[in-house]
Nanobody, 114 residues
């Protein structure tokens, strides 16, 4: 089992930045893969980015160049740095973990609005 605790969501103006954090209850080396998803109202959950325990990353085209996923091995925490935010980025953002993507955080709301 892995518990995931997210933080860092909030309200930001278009063009602004936010950094989301996801603290895992055990070592990222034992988890293997972590990622971030989001779900906007009326839409399907969307995979945004993944990172392996070896720090290999992948991004959805919709966020490539604007979002960056990273790891703190000492804190067992994964981050999502989000820059150049747009209103379309408004959603609940979820942390995910596990090689089968089986563990989920509770979600954190991100609202991009002026």
């Amino acid at each position: 089992q892995v518990q995931l605790v997210e933080s860092g969501g909030g309200l930001v103006q278009p063009g602004g930045s936010l950094r989301l954090s996801c603290a895992a209850s055990r070592s990222i080396f034992s988890i293997g893969v972590m990622g971030w998803y989001r779900q906007a109202p009326g839409k399907q959950r969307e995979l945004l980015a993944t990172i392996t325990s070896g720090a290999s990353t992948n991004y959805a085209d919709s966020v490539k160049g604007r979002f960056a996923i990273s790891i703190s091995y000492t804190l067992n925490t994964v981050y999502l740095q989000m820059d150049s935010l747009k209103p379309d980025d408004t959603a609940v953002y979820y942390c995910n973990a596990g090689r089968a993507h089986e563990y989920w955080g509770q979600g954190t709301q991100v609202t991009v609005s002026s």
